[in-house]
């Protein structure tokens, strides 16, 4: 870390943020959007997503092994763009993620189990607009691991709108991803200092048996 982020990080301490709100009660683990779209760097991806999607495939093991609600996310828009929104306006491209488009699809190495939700989302929430928070509720989810991309966009609005819907949101620092590093690196300070915990898979992995 530079001088200049050591002299934020304290700042953002002495004002009394970046509390730790840790681990309780159920589990569930949201993967959000690791379609191939977010895998292809000449679609939406780049940057470290590929690494997150290794290291995904980790941590989906364990969810599994441990008996965790696992969600997972697409983008869907309607084939004839009817539900194209503001999100759509900013990003037109957007508009292509259909349901049939294998872009939209979940990479193979994650593929969902039998059990595992997939949420549809035309925004970047999987909270906004969609059933997944009565899921977690109704399957006594209090803490939500989140892994996926991008960090700065649909990784940010889930990890915010869990907050908000009383979740404790833990995000897995090495298995979120985003096309451009500056950005990756500046949500998880951020989201580390008012929204969730933010930590490592090995860190997370070591907490784990003590819950």
């Known amino acids: 870390m530079t001088s200049d982020g050591m002299r934020d990080e304290a700042r953002y301490k002495k004002q009394g943020f970046g509390n730790e709100i840790g681990i309780t009660g159920g589990i569930g683990l949201l993967i959000v ?13 780049g940057g470290n997503i590929p690494e997150a999607i290794e290291r ?37 491209s957007m508009l292509g993620l259909t349901e049939d488009n294998p872009a939209s699809a979940i990479v193979p190495e994650l593929a969902p189990e039998k059990g595992e939700y997939v ?7 999987a909270f906004s607009g969609t059933p997944l928070a009565a899921w977690y509720v109704t399957h006594g989810v209090q803490t939500v691991i989140v892994a996926g991309c991008v ?61």
């Open 119 to 125: 949420v549809r989302k035309t925004v970047p929430s």
């Open 56 to 92: 995904t495939r980790t941590l989906l093991a364990v969810a599994r092994e441990k008996g965790w609600k696992v969600a997972h996310t697409r983008i869907v828009f309607a084939d004839d763009g009817a539900d194209g929104n503001i999100f759509s306006l900013k990003v037109p």
């Open 33 to 45: 959007d690791f379609v191939n779209g977010f895998a292809d760097p000449e679609a939406f991806g």
């Open 151 to 211: 960090t700065s966009g649909c990784v940010r609005a889930s990890v915010l709108d869990a907050m908000q819907a009383g979740f404790r949101p833990v995000v897995v620092s090495d298995c979120v991803g985003d096309r451009a590093i500056g950005p990756h690196e500046a949500n998880l300070f951020d989201m580390a200092q008012k929204c969730g915990d933010v930590m490592d898979l090995d860190m997370l992995l070591s907490r784990i048996p003590n819950q």
